[in-house]
């Protein structure tokens, strides 16, 4: 069962920064700062894309030239603003993470309000905005009086990880987006902004979105790509990363200074993955059927057997199966986001499952994405996916199993 956790882990769904035009390869090893820049800041919005929303976190650098870097914690932007009295003008010639697809990407700052907007356009033709305030990055005041800091955890491998720290664990972490994670050198100016965590609470950071599939229906997807533990400072802590190929990395650090932050990017060299069991929790079996949803809420699975037995959070066992994992509000088990129902060797005959949206979590946006995937222990066999709002229910999916 999972329980909210302060202080504890805080997962960034996407992540990934870009040092700015002014630090070029003929600099060397040099490190920027912020102000090298004519405008920078902390980014703070939302992502709006298809009735979906995620939170955006990130910082904004501006060059003399009009160099311009939006580096957010989902993906980044690059391109080119001219400054028009107290605005500047934005124009995105690049993007990545969570923006990769995304066109015509234009927008503005304010720079007496201090806010931004942008919008683009997905290859489906549905629109993309962005919009949030960018307050100026503080370099003074107290931070030796801060208790917390942070621990970040990234890495690009074709395997989902799951990592634990203090017995707090989550799963899912997927791919980060950029080679090396947030290890790499690129993200040396990200890595030296200073926060006041002492008031952040652990959760999970995503960013979901919805895509147009192939064939002509919504795809939501949920991205989830950066662990951040939120611990004491100058203490040490020890870590576990289990990868979905059954590999262990187990290390261990020590936290930096108050409103600090370390950024750690295990690798895996054990056997490549097929992505079918990434970050799926719970037990295999023929049957399984395995519930992913948007980190922060709880929704259920139901299962109903052959014989008409309703599987489910009130009635966890029936004809042989089982519901080993219930998730509920903050996604804050050992056992990760999601729920499972399997058989070690399942009966014959018509299985019929769906979900319902039980809890927003306190969310103020209550939209939930899920994929719910039946599986022949490794294999699978069916893949349901979409977005529950409030007291909703999916579709009832039937499977037959000879």
Known sequence: MKTLFNKSVFIFCTSILILSSSC?????????SFSDFEFSGIFTGTLYNNGTTSPLEGYITIASNGTTDLNLLTGNMKGISVKQGDSY????????????????????IDTTTRTIYLSGTYPNGS???VGGDVPELQTTGGWENLLYSSVIFTHDESCDATVSVD??????????YSPGGRCDSYYALWNSI????DNE???IHCTSGVLQGLDGNPLPFTQCCTVQYILPKNTQHNYTVTWEN???????????????????????????CDGTGGGLVGSAGNPRFNLQFTPGYDLDLYVKTPNGTL???????GQGGELDVDCQCGSSTSNGTGENVFWQAGPSGTYQYYVKFYSGCGNTNPNASYTVRVMNNSTVVQTQSGTLTTGGTSPTWTYVKN
């Open 24 to 32: 070029s390869k003929d600099e060397g090893t040099k490190t920027p």
């Open 89 to 108: 003008a934005i124009n995105i010639t690049q993007s990545g993470g969570a923006f990769a697809n995304i066109t015509n990407i234009t927008g503005s």
């Open 127 to 129: 629109s993309m905005t």
């Open 167 to 176: 017995g707090v664990t989550f799963s899912g972490l997927d791919r980060f």
């Open 194 to 197: 200073l926060f006041n965590y």
């Open 201 to 203: 609470q652990s959760k």
């Open 246 to 272: 059954g590999q262990v990395t187990t290390g261990t650090f020590t936290t930096p200074d108050g409103g600090g932050m370390l950024a750690i990017c295990p690798t895996n060299d054990g056997p490549e």
């Open 311 to 317: 599987i489910y959070y009130g009635n966890r066992t």
